[in-house]
């Protein structure tokens, strides 16, 4: 139910970490943008920034919606935050691009991991506006990467046997 409406101060929420079985989860739709899932939303941008990331999935906070929020140019301290709910890739160049690619609930690994170069997807936004978006570069890899968390794929999951052996030694 909801919170209060107004005087809430952002919330940091703890972050899951692998093997947390909730990582795994598939995500439900968000039915409607309401108060609630702006409540979700801020928090989760606390949390991202609060952790020094440049992305964050509802999952990795442990509520299983297709919500992610994003901040890539976070250049000057300047915040330029991004929510995207029940983003979807439309279309998904056969070229391929290589980034080397960390994770909030992965602490201290980092791995490289071949993706889609550009893709086009369709979201809604914090007022449930909804935007369709061509991406490529860092852009491209974290939506593809934040989107991997609503189906419950890491990005370890990418990575060979023997690789992901290693990153977990
Ligand atoms: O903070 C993050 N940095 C990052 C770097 C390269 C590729 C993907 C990412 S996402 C990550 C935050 C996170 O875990 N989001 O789910
Ligand atoms: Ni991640």
Known sequence: MGSKPYLRRMTIRPILTAPDPRLKAVSEPVAKVDADIRTLIDDMIETMYGADGIGLAAIQVGVAKRVLVMDIDQKDGKK?????????????????????????????????????????AEYL???GK????????????????????????????????????????
């Not at 991004?82 to 980092?110: D, M, Q, R, T």
Request: glycine letters at 4%; proline letters at 5%; hydrophobic letters at 40%.
């Open 80 to 120: 330029n935050p991004v929510a995207y709910v029940n983003p979807k890739i439309l279309w998904a160049s056969e070229e391929l691009a290589v980034f080397e690619e960390g994770c909030l609930s992965v602490p201290e690994i980092w791995d490289e991991v071949e993706r889609p170069a550009k893709i086009r």
């Open 130 to 169: 909804r935007h369709e978006i061509e991406a490529d570069g860092l852009l491209a890899t974290c939506l593809q990467h934040e989107m991997d968390h609503l189906e419950g794929v890491l990005f370890l999951d990418h990575l060979s046997k023997l690789k992901r052996s290693m990153a977990l030694k």
């Open 125 to 127: 936004d914090r007022d």
